[in-house]
């Protein structure tokens, strides 16, 4: 079965894109990683979305104009990659999150756009959608769902291993033979890039290669203050996200800080924010390896900083296990679409918090009936990525 998953992360930069072809082969899902992309969001949609999202006040008709043109961002990507990478069976579309609810501990809710059926109307192919909700009404976070990939395909590395991505949001599955648990760590990029693109520092929005970060001094007095927020003490499972680290964040924590503190600074500091925040997760894990995936795998300041904080831990992308690592989500959203397809759960309680695994997302037909695959009894034991 041919699937494209297709995610606009957390950074909400643009779309990324995998065509997956799965295969089950005894317990085992093999996974044949064929087209990859990136479409950048224009400008202009891009300016309009980050002036939409909280804590920003919107309307519901600028709402509506977004879900539709992000909806017709995706098909033009989806189209593309039927194009380049030959026809699929079904799409798999996170589309773009505009809000995350959490309140005491617990998602409430979860709100992505991007209408679906433009995709579908566009390709032809049935779309699976909107897959987060159904984990959070069964008490769960609804994220971070790359968890169910990284218990397939990490679940037999010896001693325990942590997939760690770094999108705007920083996540971590930890993963244990047959046993896991994932949440969201913290800020990754978000703050980062908040500041680069509030600035005017680099005109692609984010800290190219690190060399800001690089360039300046961590502002202890800032970085303790950063580090006293009340989410990084809450106990697993959590999810958090732009609600609550966004630009206005940074300035709180400024104002909150003796001394002034220069631009470089200020990136070096927030990037040292996710090395800390991360680092001292990964240690609590005890795993010996954390495979590291998404934006910030390609930030050296960040990779560096984590090795040198993790002596005993081996750190490597997560290329080096099939998974790209700019397309880890988008593949992970693939496998959701070929678990949904026949019937089998695309979570895993302990990687969420839900009472119970469930069947995930909202299916918009395509231009012909809806055919789906027989229903499977059992889910795989692992995943095989290949290219």
Same mark, same amino acid.
């Given at each position: 079965?041919?699937?494209?998953?297709?995610?606009?992360?957390?950074?909400?930069?643009?779309?990324?894109?995998?065509?997956?072809?799965?295969?089950?082969?005894?317990?085992?899902?093999?996974?044949?990683?064929?087209?990859?992309?990136?479409?950048?969001?224009?400008?202009?949609?891009?300016?309009?979305?980050?002036?939409?999202?909280?804590?920003?006040?919107?309307?519901?008709?600028?709402?509506?104009?977004?879900?539709?043109?992000?909806?017709?961002?995706?098909?033009?990507?989806?189209?593309?990659?039927?194009?380049?990478?030959?026809?699929?069976?079904?799409?798999?579309?996170?589309?773009?999150?505009?809000?995350?609810?959490?309140?005491?501990?617990?998602?409430?809710?979860?709100?992505?756009?991007?209408?679906?059926?433009?995709?579908?109307?566009?390709?032809?192919?049935?779309?699976?959608?909107?897959?987060?909700?159904?984990?959070?009404?069964?008490?769960?976070?609804?994220?971070?769902?790359?968890?169910?990939?990284?218990?397939?395909?990490?679940?037999?590395?010896?001693? #325990?291993?942590? +997939? !760690?991505?770094?999108? &705007?949001?920083?996540?971590?599955?930890? /993963?244990?033979? =047959?046993? %896991?648990? $994932?949440?969201?760590?913290?800020?990754?990029?978000?703050?980062?890039?908040?500041?680069?693109?509030?600035?005017?520092?680099?005109?692609?929005?984010?800290?190219?290669?690190?060399?800001?970060?690089?360039?300046?001094?961590?502002?202890?007095?800032?970085?303790?203050?950063?580090?006293?927020?009340?989410?990084?003490?809450?106990?697993?499972?959590?999810?958090?996200?732009?609600?609550?680290?966004?630009?206005?964040?940074?300035?709180?924590?400024?104002?909150?800080?003796?001394?002034?503190?220069?631009?470089?600074?200020?990136?070096?500091?927030?990037?040292?924010?996710?090395?800390?925040?991360?680092?001292?997760?990964?240690?609590?894990? #005890?795993?010996? +390896? !954390?495979?590291?995936? &998404?934006?910030?795998?390609?930030?050296? /300041?960040?990779? =560096?900083? %984590?090795? $040198?904080?993790?002596?005993?831990?081996?750190?490597?992308?997560?290329?080096?296990?099939?998974?790209?690592?700019?397309?880890?989500?988008?593949?992970?959203?693939?496998?959701?679409?070929?678990?949904?397809?026949?019937?089998?759960?695309?979570?895993?309680?302990?990687?969420?918090?839900?009472?119970?695994?469930?069947?995930?997302?909202?299916?918009?037909?395509?231009?012909?009936?809806?055919?789906?695959?027989?229903?499977?009894?059992?889910?795989?034991?692992?995943?095989?990525?290949?290219?």
């Amino acid at each position: 079965m041919r699937i494209l998953g297709m995610i606009s992360g957390t950074s909400h930069d643009g779309i990324d894109a995998a065509i997956v072809e799965f295969e089950l082969t005894g317990g085992v899902l093999e996974g044949r990683v064929g087209y990859t992309a990136s479409t950048p969001y224009p400008e202009e949609l891009r300016a309009r979305l980050i002036a939409a999202l909280p804590p920003a006040p919107t309307t519901l008709a600028e709402v509506c104009e977004l879900d539709t043109l992000i909806g017709q961002r995706f098909a033009d990507a989806a189209a593309a990659a039927v194009a380049a990478g030959g026809p699929v069976d079904l799409i798999v579309s996170h589309g773009q999150t505009v809000y995350h609810w959490v309140e005491g501990a617990h998602a409430r809710g979860t709100l992505q756009i991007g209408q679906p059926a433009w995709i579908a109307e566009r390709t032809g192919a049935p779309v699976l959608s909107d897959v987060r909700i159904r984990d959070i009404t069964a008490g769960g976070h609804g994220a971070p769902l790359v968890s169910v990939l990284d218990g397939l395909l990490l679940g037999a590395h010896e001693g #325990g291993a942590a +997939a !760690l991505n770094l999108g &705007g949001i920083s996540n971590m599955t930890v /993963v244990r033979g =047959d046993a %896991l648990y $994932a949440y969201d760590i913290g800020p990754a990029n978000a703050l980062i890039d908040a500041v680069v693109t509030g600035r005017g520092l680099h005109p692609r929005g984010f800290d190219e290669d690190g060399r800001i970060a690089a360039s300046g001094q961590v502002h202890e007095g800032l970085l303790a203050v950063l580090l006293d927020e009340p989410y990084y003490r809450l106990t697993p499972p959590k999810s958090t996200g732009k609600e609550l680290f966004h630009p206005g964040y940074v300035e709180q924590a400024l104002a909150r800080t003796a001394a002034p503190v220069g631009d470089a600074d200020l990136v070096a500091t927030l990037t040292e924010l996710t090395v800390r925040t991360v680092a001292q997760d990964v240690r609590g894990a #005890g795993v010996g +390896a !954390l495979v590291v995936s &998404g934006g910030g795998a390609r930030n050296p /300041v960040i990779m =560096d900083g %984590l090795r $040198a904080a993790l002596p005993g831990v081996r750190v490597a992308p997560s290329d080096e296990y099939g998974a790209p690592t700019d397309d880890k989500e988008a593949i992970a959203f693939a496998l959701i679409g070929w678990l949904t397809a026949h019937g089998l759960p695309g979570t895993v309680p302990g990687g969420t918090g839900a009472s119970a695994a469930r069947v995930l997302g909202t299916l918009t037909p395509g231009a012909g009936p809806l055919v789906l695959p027989a229903p499977l009894a059992a889910a795989p034991r692992s995943l095989v990525l290949t290219r």
